[in-house]
Structure formats: structure tokens, C-alpha cells
T-cell receptor, first 108, second 116 residues
Framework: GEDVEQSLFLSVREGDSSVINCTYT??????LYWYKQEPGAGLQLLTY?????DMKQDQRLTVLLNKKDKHLSLRIADTQTGDSAIYFC????????FGKGTKLSVIP | NAGVTQTPKFQVLKTGQSMTLQCAQD?????MSWYRQDPGMGLRLIHY???????DQGEVPNGYNVSRSTTEDFPLRLLSAAPSQTSVYFC???????????????FGQGTRLTVV
């Protein structure tokens, strides 16, 4: 099955860019996802990338996919305090497997 | 548009008690699943269902039962609660099995369960 790894914590200053990294093992994942979880809430889909793409940009969000290294990253430009949350990467060709989540703290 | 609704939001159980966590979705999704979220462990799949009448085990199924008699409902039963089942439980649904296309998973708000 899929194994997804990501660092647990990231702290950035308001206005800076945040980069959250993720590695995965299942190269047959058709889509790779980023989910956001705000305190006390469920997960919400933030963005996704199709496996044959290298990059996807959506307003302040940029997703980079390096299939050779099985590395996925999420860049948040101009990070705001409202971006403070836990971010999960997820993938899998059969079942959706989540990473442990990266807690992003934004310092005002 | 309610999406995925979980009840209750909070629950405290004594060891050995049983209870059912409810999950309902109104999006006519075939695929539903239950996860538990523990600190530092991410989300782990407990059970899932690919349609009414069909269920299967995930990564951590022991101590939990599920059934899927309708498309809308997917209850999770704890038969004899143990402190190790203290966790936050999330129900999710999607149009089809994730990985077979761009099938966004929609999550409920979670049930915070404490077993004492």
C-alpha cells in the first residue's frame, strides 16, 4: 500500500511563503491531494494534482510534483494567520492514504 | 446541502460500554469510510464501503463493526469500548473509490470520543 511521509511542524512569519513537503511510495497514484484541517474541524480538500502534471497553481497555492523522486510540495504565497492549520498530503491507487499532517503556525 | 453529518460530536464512554457513531451523507456517494485521528499518527482507515451492502476492513479494524444498509448511512459500532479507542473519528464519502479518478473525499466534522 501507499506510505506517505511529511514533516510534523512548520513555523513561518506572516507574509512569507510556506513550503510543506511530502514523499510517497505508490507511483501509480492517479491523483495526489492536499487537505487542510482547521482546529476542531474535519478535513477539506485544498487542492490536487494529476499525476502526469509537474505543477499546478491556484491563486496563492502552488503544487509541485517530482515523480522521479516521489516528492510533492505545497507552497503558500503571502502566508496569512488564517492559513494556520494542519495540512495533509494524501494519495493512493486503491485506498486514500494520508500523511501524518504538517502543523503550520503563522507568526504575526 | 448538508454534506457529511456525524453524530454525536462528543462522547464519553466507560470501558466495556458499546455505542454507535452515526454518519450520513446526502450527496449520493457510493464510497464511504471511517478514519480515526490520533496525535502524531495522522488519519488511519478503520473500515470502508464501496456501496450499499458491501463493507471491508481498513488498516485498524479491530474493535469496530460497520454496516451499510443504505447509500446514505454508514454507522460505526464499538462493541466493547477500550481506552485505546479514545480518538477523534471522521467519516468521509466520495463519488467513487479514491484513486480511480479525481474523487474528492468530503469529511464530517468528527466525533471526539473518550473512553475512561
Amino acid at each position: 500500500g501507499e506510505d506517505v511521509e511529511q514533516s510534523l511542524f512548520l513555523s513561518v512569519r506572516e507574509g512569507d511563503s510556506s513550503v510543506i513537503n511530502c514523499t510517497y511510495t505508490d507511483s501509480s497514484s492517479t491523483y495526489l491531494y492536499w487537505y487542510k484541517q482547521e482546529p476542531g474541524a474535519g478535513l477539506q480538500l485544498l487542492t490536487y494534482i494529476f499525476s502526469n502534471m509537474d505543477m499546478k497553481q491556484d491563486q496563492r497555492l502552488t503544487v509541485l510534483l517530482n515523480k522521479k523522486d516521489k516528492h510533492l510540495s505545497l507552497r503558500i504565497a503571502d502566508t496569512q494567520t488564517g492559513d494556520s492549520a494542519i495540512y495533509f498530503c494524501a494519495g493512493g491507487s486503491y485506498q486514500l492514504t494520508f500523511g501524518k499532517g504538517t502543523k503550520l503556525s503563522v507568526i504575526p | 446541502n448538508a454534506g457529511v453529518t456525524q453524530t454525536p460530536k462528543f462522547q464519553v464512554l466507560k470501558t466495556g460500554q458499546s455505542m454507535t457513531l452515526q454518519c450520513a451523507q446526502d450527496m449520493n456517494h457510493e464510497y464511504m469510510s471511517w478514519y480515526r485521528q490520533d496525535p502524531g499518527m495522522g488519519l488511519r482507515l478503520i473500515h470502508y464501503s464501496v456501496g450499499a451492502g458491501i463493507t471491508d476492513q481498513g488498516e485498524v479494524p479491530n474493535g469496530y463493526n460497520v454496516s451499510r444498509s443504505t447509500t446514505e448511512d454508514f454507522p460505526l459500532r464499538l462493541l466493547s469500548a477500550a481506552p485505546s479507542q479514545t480518538s477523534v473519528y471522521f467519516c468521509a464519502s466520495s463519488y467513487s473509490r479514491t484513486g480511480t479518478g479525481n474523487t474528492e473525499a468530503f469529511f464530517g466534522q468528527g466525533t471526539r470520543l473518550t473512553v475512561v
